[in-house]
C-alpha cells in the first residue's frame, strides 16, 4: 500500500530539504543534486558567501586538532577521515599540518587521509585540487561514501572530521553514530558547522543577510540561485549549539564539548571515543 504524505508524517518518514517537507529516501538525491549543480563554483562561493571568513574557520578547526603532536609521539601520521570533504579544503589543510609525516607509502598500506563524500563531482573537484598539489593518492585519497553507512571498518581511524556538511545529511544521529564506530579507540571527532548567532541584533542581521544576499550573489556569481537557497534554509534547519551537543553525546561520544566561533555563525563540536 502506497503511504500517503500524512501517513509518512505520522510515521516519521519525512525530513526537511531547506524549507520543504520531503520523503526521506528523497532527500540524498536531493542534496546530491545541489551539490552537483555548485561543484565547479562552491569554493569561490565559499568566500562570497563568508566575506572570506571559511578560511579563518577551517585553519583554526584543523590547527586546533594538534595533528603535528600526535604525529611526533607516534612516529607517523594518525589517520584522519574527513567526511563531506569534497572539493578537499579540510583535508588539504591537514596534509600541510603532516607533511613531514606523508612520505610515499610502500608495500600497499593504506593512505593516512581520506576524503569521503556522497558526492562524484565535488570528489572529481577534489581529486583535480590534490593533483595540482602534487599529493600523491599513497598519502590521500578520495572515496564515495554516505555518512550514515561509512563503507570502513571499525577502529579505523584516529580523527574523523566533518565541515559544513552535517547539515546536510538525512539522519545526524545515525551518522553520529556512524563517525563514531570509524573511529578508534581514543579517536577524536570533530565537526565544524554554521549554527546560531546568540546576540539578537547581530542575529538579526545575519539572517537578512544570508536570506537575501547570499541568494543573490548564488544568481549572480554561479547563475544558480535556487542551490544558495537552500545552502541558506539548511543553516536555519541545522539544530542549535546545545541541541546538537546533546546528540553528540547521546551517539556515544566523552568528554562532548562545544565552541562557538564568529559569535555563533559556525560552531565546532567535538568528542572522543572510548
Not at 578537499?88 to 610502500?106: I, K
Not at 569521503?116 to 573537484?125: G, I, K, R, T, Y
Not at 571499525?154 to 563514531?180: K, P, Y
Request: negative net charge; aromatic residues 8%.
Amino acid at each position: 500500500m502506497r503511504a500517503t504524505a500524512a501517513t509518512r508524517r505520522l510515521s516519521g518518514d519525512t525530513t526537511h530539504f531547506g524549507e520543504k517537507t520531503v520523503p526521506k529516501e528523497a532527500k540524498e538525491g536531493l542534496v546530491r543534486g545541489v551539490f552537483s549543480s555548485v561543484a565547479s563554483n562552491y569554493d569561490v562561493m565559499n568566500d562570497f558567501m563568508s566575506g572570506g571568513l571559511h578560511r579563518f574557520w577551517k585553519d583554526d578547526f584543523v590547527g586546533r586538532l594538534g595533528l603535528g603532536a600526535v604525529a611526533r609521539a607516534s612516529g607517523e601520521a594518525p589517520r584522519c577521515l574527513d567526511v563531506a570533504g569534497g572539493t578537499g579544503d579540510v583535508a588539504f589543510r591537514v596534509a600541510e599540518e603532516l607533511s613531514a609525516w606523508l612520505p610515499p607509502l610502500a608495500g600497499g598500506a593504506p593512505p593516512p587521509l581520506v576524503v569521503s563524500d556522497p558526492n562524484s563531482e565535488m570528489l572529481a573537484v577534489g581529486r583535480q585540487r590534490a593533483a595540482e598539489r602534487g599529493i600523491a593518492e599513497a598519502c590521500m585519497v578520495f572515496e564515495e561514501g554516505n555518512a550514515q553507512s561509512l563503507p570502513y571498518a571499525d577502529d579505523s581511524f584516529d580523527f574523523v572530521t566533518i565541515s559544513f556538511g552535517l547539515r546536510n545529511v538525512t539522519d545526524i544521529d545515525a551518522a553520529l553514530v556512524e563517525m563514531r564506530r570509524v573511529l578508534k579507540p581514543g579517536g577524536r571527532f570533530e565537526c565544524l558547522e554554521f549554527s546560531r548567532v546568540q546576540h539578537s541584533s547581530l542575529r538579526a542581521v545575519y539572517d537578512l543577510y544570508s536570506r537575501v544576499v547570499i541568494p543573490e550573489l548564488g544568481h549572480r556569481v554561479a547563475d544558480d540561485r535556487a542551490s544558495y537557497e537552500y545552502l541558506v534554509e539548511s543553516i536555519r534547519k541545522h539544530p542549535a549549539q546545545l541541541e546538537l551537543l546533546s546528540r553528540v553525546a547521546a551517539a556515544g561520544f566523552t568528554s562532548a564539548a562545544v565552541r562557538d566561533m564568529t559569535f555563533g555563525v559556525v560552531a565546532v563540536h567535538s568528542g572522543y571515543k572510548l
